[in-house]
């Protein structure tokens, strides 16, 4: 048994997508802060400035 040829498994396109399947419905959430709501800049410089 030989393998089909690359030209003759890639040479037709798929079906496009049309642009309304595309497009998320679903509603989002924001995503956590990753900090927990710190400043880590500002707690790094309160840190070492002294």
Known sequence: MT???????FG???EPVRLEDTISV?????APDPD???HPD????L????
């Open 3 to 9: 393998a089909p040829q690359p030209s003759s498994r």
């Open 12 to 14: 037709r396109l798929p």
């Open 26 to 30: 679903q509603e989002t959430v924001p």
């Open 36 to 38: 927990g709501g710190r």
């Open 42 to 45: 500002i707690d790094f410089m």
């Open 47 to 50: 840190r070492y400035a002294g």
